[in-house]
């Protein structure tokens, strides 16, 4: 028996990822949390037969009170599971790796898997939680300490070690499905909600769309909405540049697949689907960097984390330049 937890559509598509390349034919199981009717619509196409059972937990502000209560029928009946795959390691997940005797496995959750590794081998770093006398009891087992022995199934370069087997996801499974999509002429631009996180106003949101549309020659971009962007606003900030503002109905990893085409080039801000998309699909992929002044001070180490992750991982580099605006 293999668990597999999940809350969005891309830790839910490495997970399916995971299952048919591990586990096929065998008793596999699901547990979605979610805090958004969105997050559950993007995972529907994921959603298959092939699991043996699927289960739904909506993360409320009491069901995170109390699940250490609620979740402990599910626990009881998953008590032989013998793989555990998680797509994120605090709270729930941490409840289940430290509950059931299984082999733990972190699937990649785009760019916080970037920080999750870095802070693997610090002793003292963020990751390490340990319980609170309210975890306590609320019968919650909070405890990261699991991570020391877990494995991972990761698209990032990540070192095996005496206790971390490490399995190079190379999306094989996904382009099984699909031995040739039709070229189009598109360029798709990544969205995600970057303003207060990778920069810090409006105007500068504006600079760097405009230098994006410059470098592809000012033509029409169809600019993909993460799926907590707000469409209007988005479509207000970009009035009188040449992009098409949509949302995709599910993760655009898998998007490109089910229309049976893919574009001609891909760009973002600093997405981890950049990566992704072109281990899937070999198209040529581009991050704008934008400047280290722009991106807010506690995002800082991080954002410049993940810029450096995507060169190492081949993605072409297109510095943004600007003054220091403020709103």
Known sequence: MN??????????????????RFHQNEDNHLLFIFKKAIDLEQA????????????????TACSRLLYGFTLQPYLRRFKATKNLYLGYPYNIRAHFANTLDARVWIVDDGNYSVWLVGQLDKHE??????????????????????LHHAGFFTTYPLTDSAEREVIFNDFRGVRAEFKELSQTEDVIFIGSPVIGTVVRTESQFRVLMAQVSAYFNNRKIRYVAHRYEDLDRLRDMLEGLPFEVVRFS???????????????AVASVMSS?????GLIYDIPMTAFRV????????RKDAVCMVYEQLARDGVSMVPVTGPDLEE
């Open 44 to 59: 529907q196409p994921l959603l298959d037969e092939n699991w043996a059972s699927k289960a739904f937990f909506k993360w």
């Open 273 to 277: 689907a950049l990566v992704n998309l």
């Open 291 to 298: 400047p280290k002044s722009w991106i807010p001070e506690p």
């Open 125 to 146: 770093g963020d990751i390490w939680r340990h319980p609170s006398v309210g975890d306590r009891l609320l019968r919650r087992q909070v405890s990261t300490d699991y």
């Open 3 to 20: 668990l597999f937890i999940a809350s969005s559509p891309l830790q839910l598509f490495n997970c399916v990822e995971a299952r048919n």
């Open 250 to 264: 599910t993760l655009i990893e898998l998007q490109f697949l089910l229309d049976g085409r893919k574009p001609r």
